[in-house]
């Protein structure tokens, strides 16, 4: 078969607008709360802790910004270690350097592709004096959450969970960004609803998010004039990105039904292939289903070279791999993406530490030989890539990418 690339192109994820959003947006202006204070700033907290199953939500001018204030509400200092999942985007450690923190990189497992608690484990033998856990539910699949609450505890360690991507996702039932004793969601643009940004930080203790709300507004004291006793933030939300994320939060479920759609139809699709989708426990977990991911089997990859910042491959009969199916989709006018490039493959992070669950990750990646991959995280990396996952897509264009897909193992 041959194909004509896309006239539109087919997106990895945009946002989706439904026309209740204009309509907050417009009451903002109408009423002049063209401010970070207003009734959408309220309305959004409102929704998010009742959503979410939390008592507290407060509204911030993007989900790094929630990230942050999680960070210093935990009580990292400079030079502590923060045990941080590996394998995401870097708005997940970066707000732990803010504070001069260490991040230590605990590398993922297979089933989930989330922090993997065996290696969590490893690292308090390593680090047993760290304090605070930064967990990331990758692409919308909630984590091991029993087993990594549970070691926190053990530990006595801070666990904050960024549910970034992963709003609306559960496990056992209940919400994912719920289970840490800090949560966040971000509504940046291509997350699963979206006020263009926007994020919210999560918690059921008063005193935090009376906290995170002073801090996100220069810390200004109770006094007659501008009075500080703290460091602020300008870290606001605003009331008109609130009225976008008003409007959207009604089709939260909508937009996770065509996710999953999106995700059932490549799996359908890609059968028969040395492929598999990225995973979660049915018994345990609903996933947002935020991007349909593909995994490459080990024996279904030809040969892919990456430099720090070029990728080549050499085409076999049979086999393909992320840089062949990646430039593919391009040519042909659709977009899909590498995995997340683990932390500690990523030059700003080299000198910080990594554990696998065999242990120091770095020492063992010196041993390491020829070009296996190395850990878990970086496996996945090495073979995997993220589909383009647009609720807008239709079911014919999604057709094409499953053949051009195949195409690519032909
Ligand atoms: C998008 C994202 C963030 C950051 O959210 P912003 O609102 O863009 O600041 C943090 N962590 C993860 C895992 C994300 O995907």
Not at 3 to 25: A, D, N, Q, R
Not at 61 to 75: D, Y
Not at 132 to 156: F, Q, R
Not at 202 to 221: I, P, V, Y
């Amino acid at each position: 078969m041959e194909f004509k690339p896309f006239k539109k192109k087919v997106w990895l994820s945009t946002p989706t607008m439904h026309g209740e959003e204009l309509e907050y947006v417009r009451k903002a202006y109408e009423t002049n709360w063209m401010s970070t204070v207003g009734e959408n700033i309220n309305e959004v907290e409102r929704i998010s802790a009742e959503f979410v199953g939390v008592k507290h939500a407060v509204g911030l001018a993007c989900g790094t910004a929630a990230l942050h204030l999680a960070i210093k509400l935990a009580g990292v200092k400079r030079g502590d270690r923060v045990f941080a999942t590996d394998m995401t985007f870097a708005a997940t450690v970066n707000p732990i350097v803010y504070e001069g923190a260490i991040p230590v990189f605990i590398d993922s497992e297979y089933d989930t592709w989330n922090m993997d608690p065996e290696a969590l484990e490893r690292a308090f033998e390593l680090y047993p004096d760290t304090k605070v856990v930064m967990l990331a539910n990758l692409y919308g699949t909630p984590s091991k959450l029993d087993e990594i609450v549970d070691i926190c505890n053990k530990h006595g360690a801070i666990l904050i969970e960024d549910a970034a991507e992963s709003l609306g996702a559960t496990y056992k039932g209940k919400q994912t960004g719920s289970f840490g004793t800090l949560g966040i969601i971000s509504f940046n643009g291509n997350k699963i609803i979206t006020g263009s940004s926007g994020g919210v930080l999560l918690t059921n203790d008063a005193e935090c998010a009376a906290k995170a709300r002073k801090w996100s507004t220069q810390s200004r004291e109770n006094a007659p004039w501008y009075q500080h006793e703290e460091l602020g933030y300008n870290y606001r939300m605003s009331n008109v990105i609130a009225g976008v994320v008003r409007g959207q939060y009604p089709h939260l479920g909508e937009h996770i039904a065509e996710k999953r759609a999106i995700y059932e139809r490549y799996r359908e699709g890609l059968k028969g292939l040395p492929v598999s989708m990225n995973p979660y426990d049915t018994e345990t977990m609903v996933p947002n289903f935020w991007l349909s991911c593909l995994l490459i089997d080990k024996d279904g990859m030809c040969e892919q070279t990456r430099t720090d910042k070029l990728a080549s491959f050499v085409h076999e009969s049979g086999k393909s791999c992320p840089t062949e199916i990646l430039e593919t989709l391009a040519a042909y006018n659709a977009e899909g993406r590498p995995i997340w490039k683990p932390m500690h493959m990523q030059p700003i992070y080299k000198d910080c530490p990594f554990v696998t669950r065999k242990g120091d990750g770095r020492a063992l990646e010196a041993q390491r030989t020829g070009d296996i991959p190395f850990g878990c995280a970086e496996d996945i990396f090495e073979r995997g890539l993220c589909l383009p996952s647009d609720n807008k897509m239709t079911p014919e264009e999604q057709d094409v990418i499953i053949a051009l897909i195949r195409k690519c193992f032909e």
